[in-house]
């Protein structure tokens, strides 16, 4: 769900953007590969995402990223996706087996893209 | 969730629930003179109707909406919280789209007008019995106008506690879409100018900074005009 507005830690004034609880799947690659992986999209804002990977990513690594907003609209209109470029800023392991890689990830710009109608 | 039909043997129990004693006695006679249907209690209003599902177990109930003491609508909601297991066909005089709608998300498995042919009430309990939803055919895609209307209507209301007007709750909609402002303005048949000036009262209104946080924003609010 969508949280409050915070300060960022150590940096007391500083509004923290507000983050958008969007649990959808979330494809993702490292920049310029052909394939693309799965992942899940725990948060996002403005400045960022985090997503869940089941594979480390190196920080400062380039990615791309796209999900489609998980909402069915009306009139036959399908919801958009949305492209991001970022840069890794963080990578949690794993805290236990059945958990995944927590990968925290700056969006330098975002794109959408319009999906073919449901009509 | 409905239990199936017993076996192919076993007739169909159904109940009737009307508050008129000459329909709800004509009404009996009818489906039992048909093979494969059984008539297993008349209740005369929602209170009696309860009951009698309860303790007799019926199959399918036929349930009129208007009635005294606790209308149909109030008694598919006691139906769905006491887990009776009976499937409801809605047998009324009149409706209009929203209480369809409203019967059929209370668990209602259909909806049959009083004028009907005797044929197609049979054909109804049967299609019902069979696990499958009886709107009419006539009335399906009137359903379908009545269901977005709804939500719709759902998501103006939500809107206004944002202070958002039709207009921009439209646009928001096509933002999601991912519709850019040259291609909202010409959907919307409005000028490109007057798109960037509903999405900067959008933006001012929500708090947002940008497009992808209006969507995102839209998202989480059901601000959309969605499938409901």
């Known amino acids: 769900m969508e949280t409050t507005l915070t300060a960022n830690e150590g940096q007391v004034g500083v509004p923290r953007a507000r983050r958008y609880g969007i649990g959808t799947s979330i494809r993702y690659r490292v920049g310029g590969a052909n394939g693309w992986r799965e992942g899940t999209l725990q948060n996002i804002s403005i400045t960022g995402v985090?997503?869940?990977?089941?594979?480390?990513?190196?920080?400062?690594?380039?990615?791309?990223?796209?999900?489609?907003?998980?909402?069915?609209?009306l009139n036959g209109e399908s919801a958009a996706e949305v492209l991001c470029r970022g840069i890794v800023v963080r990578s949690a392991p794993p805290s236990g087996p059945e958990e995944e890689t927590r990968v925290a990830a700056k969006?330098?710009?975002?794109?959408?893209?319009?999906?073919?109608?449901?009509? | 969730m409905a239990s199936l039909p017993r076996t192919s043997f076993s007739p169909i129990r159904v109940l009737i629930a009307d508050d008129h004693s000459l329909f709800r006695e004509g009404l009996r006679k009818l489906i039992e003179s048909e093979a494969g249907f059984e008539v297993v209690g008349q209740a005369s209003d929602g209170e009696m109707l309860?009951?009698?599902?309860?303790?007799?177990?019926?199959?399918?109930?036929?349930?009129?909406?208007?009635m005294p003491r606790q209308d149909g609508m109030q008694v598919l909601r006691e139906l769905a919280?006491?887990?009776?297991?009976?499937?409801?066909?809605?047998?009324?005089?009149?409706?209009?789209?929203?209480?369809?709608?409203?019967?059929?998300?209370?668990?209602?498995?259909?909806?049959?007008?009083?004028?009907?042919?005797?044929?197609?009430?049979?054909d109804s309990i049967r299609c019902v019995m069979a696990g499958q939803y009886?709107?009419?055919r006539e009335s399906v895609s009137d359903l379908v106008r009545a269901l977005r209307s709804v939500a719709s209507s759902e998501a103006g209301s939500r809107s206004?506690?944002?202070?958002?007007?039709?207009?921009?709750?439209?646009?928001?909609?096509?933002?999601?879409?991912?519709?850019?402002n040259p291609e909202i303005a010409q959907r919307c048949s409005i000028s490109e100018q007057t798109v960037k000036h509903h999405m900067s009262n959008v933006f001012d209104k929500l708090g947002v900074s940008n497009r992808l946080e209006l969507a995102l924003f839209a998202v989480n609010h059901q601000l959309t005009e969605s499938v409901a």
């Not at chain 2, 059929?104 to 049959?112: E, H, R, T």
């Not at chain 2, 206004?160 to 850019?180: C, M, N, W």
């Open chain 2, 160 to 180: 206004k506690d944002f202070g958002l007007t039709p207009r921009e709750l439209e646009i928001i909609t096509l933002v999601v879409a991912g519709y850019s």
């Open chain 1, 50 to 73: 985090l997503l869940c990977t089941d594979q480390p990513l190196e920080i400062d690594t380039t990615i791309e990223m796209r999900f489609v907003l998980p909402v069915e609209l």
């Open chain 2, 50 to 66: 309860l009951d009698m599902a309860r303790e007799q177990q019926p199959d399918l109930i036929l349930l009129d909406l208007a």
């Open chain 2, 134 to 136: 009886w709107i009419g």
């Open chain 2, 81 to 122: 919280a006491a887990e009776v297991p009976a499937r409801t066909l809605v047998l009324t005089a009149s409706i209009n789209k929203s209480q369809i709608v409203q019967a059929l998300k209370l668990g209602a498995y259909g909806v049959i007008l009083k004028e009907c042919t005797t044929q197609r009430l049979f």
């Open chain 1, 107 to 119: 969006i330098i710009s975002s794109r959408f893209l319009r999906q073919p109608g449901r009509k």
